[in-house]
């Protein structure tokens, strides 16, 4: 089955600055790799995705890079607000099988 | 303004009860899950129905034991668990086939086993 790392499991930033998550996965048949945000006490949400056709995109502030040689994947966020403080979570999923596979989780904090 | 709601949001339990945890799902979606969130852990599949019938249980103990009465609604129901059982359970749908796409969450139901 597929494993996914995510690093760092914890990150500071300055309010302004640029934060950066980084996942690997095992399995080279993953196809799609989405990224969620749970807020304190709320729901994770999509934030954005990307598919292993596509080396990376980009909405706003967020964006996202695959390497599919290397089998890893990132978020960046750039500018960082203090609404950006939350708990971001990776995830792989492979076109043969039938689940997500989450990282363990990255709690980001921006300092105002 | 939530397309999957859950209750109750908190429950506390004994090892020796029975609740049931809902989840309703007002967004057309043909495949629902429940998803155990412990602390540091990844969030854990438990189960997946696709149009009412359950296509994957993840080896889930015999305690939690799901419900897919139509494709709106699941149900968890518990009974005899363990205090490692607590945890945050999310319950999310998507839209078409099984994990295409993204993943509508619940808010969650928070459980506490004493």
């Known amino acids: 089955g597929e494993n996914v790392e995510q690093h760092p499991s914890t990150l500071s930033v300055q309010e302004g600055d640029s934060a950066v998550i980084k996942c690997t996965y095992s399995?080279?048949?993953?196809?799609?790799f989405p990224w969620y945000k749970q807020e304190l006490g709320k729901r994770p949400q999509l934030i954005i995705d990307?598919?292993?056709?596509?080396g990376e995109k980009k909405d706003q502030r967020i964006a996202v890079t695959l390497n599919k040689t290397a089998k890893h994947f990132s978020l960046h966020i750039t500018e960082t607000q203090p609404e950006d403080s939350a708990v971001y979570f990776c995830?792989?999923?492979?076109?043969?099988?039938?689940?997500?596979?989450f990282g363990t989780g990255t709690s980001l904090t921006v300092i105002p | 303004e939530t397309g999957v709601t859950q209750t109750p949001r908190h429950l506390v339990m004994g090892m020796t009860n029975k609740k049931s945890l809902k989840c309703e799902q007002h967004?057309?979606?043909?495949?629902m899950y429940w998803y155990k969130q412990s602390a540091k852990k990844p969030l854990e599949l438990m189960f997946v129905?696709?149009?009412?019938?359950?296509?994957e249980n993840n080896s889930v103990p015999s305690r939690f034991s799901p419900e897919c009465p139509n494709s709106s609604h699941l149900f968890l129901h518990l009974h005899t668990l363990q205090p490692e059982d607590s945890a945050l359970y999310l319950c999310?749908?998507?839209?078409?086939?099984?994990?295409?796409?993204?993943?509508?969450f619940g808010e969650g139901s928070r459980l506490t086993v004493l």
């Open positions: 999310a749908s998507s839209q078409a086939a099984l994990f295409e796409g993204e993943l509508f």
């Open positions: 399995d080279s048949a993953s196809n799609y």
């Open positions: 990307i598919r292993s056709n596509v």
């Open positions: 995830a792989a999923i492979t076109n043969t099988g039938n689940q997500f596979y």
């Open positions: 967004l057309g979606h043909n495949a």
């Open positions: 129905y696709s149009l009412e019938e359950r296509v």
